[in-house]
Nanobody
Framework: QVQLVESGGGLVQAGGSLRLSCAAS????????????MGWFRQAPGKEREFLGA????????YYTDSARGRFAISRDNAKNAVYLQMNLLKPEDTAVYYC????????????????WGQGTQVTVSS
């Protein structure tokens, strides 16, 4: 299986930046890493989970939704089996629990269907 562990959340003032990390491990991940797509989501209190974007592990090609495009950036480190979400110019409305997710099957980058999920990390942006 696959284990995903997010970190890097916290409290930041509006206009600030945070970089979230997602460490991936497990037999499936090690054997099928080149078939992997990793995604980032968030869920604010009282709202549905929101897809932010994704990265294809083999090519590092990225996709962003309108909510993330321009301020957020996704990258990956093959040596560390980690994916990152760099968030800049944060706003109070970015306050949410942020999740990374993984899938090991064909799919377009803009598809938000994933099979494995981390436990989430809280990001709070103060005004």
């Amino acid at each position: 299986q696959v284990q995903l562990v997010e970190s890097g959340g916290g409290l930041v003032q509006a206009g600030g930046s945070l970089r979230l990390s997602c460490a991936a491990s497990g037999r499936t991940f090690s054997m099928d890493v080149m078939a992997c797509t990793m995604g980032w989501f968030r869920q604010a209190p009282g709202k549905e989970r929101e897809f932010l974007g994704a990265i294809r592990w083999s090519s590092s090609i990225t996709y962003y939704t309108d909510s993330a495009r321009g301020r957020f950036a996704i990258s990956r480190d093959n040596a560390k089996n980690a994916v990152y979400l760099q968030m800049n110019l944060l706003k109070p409305e970015d306050t949410a629990v942020y999740y990374c997710a993984a899938r090991f099957r064909f799919g377009h980058l803009d598809e938000d269907d994933y099979d494995y999920w981390g436990q989430g990390t809280q990001v709070t942006v103060s005004s």
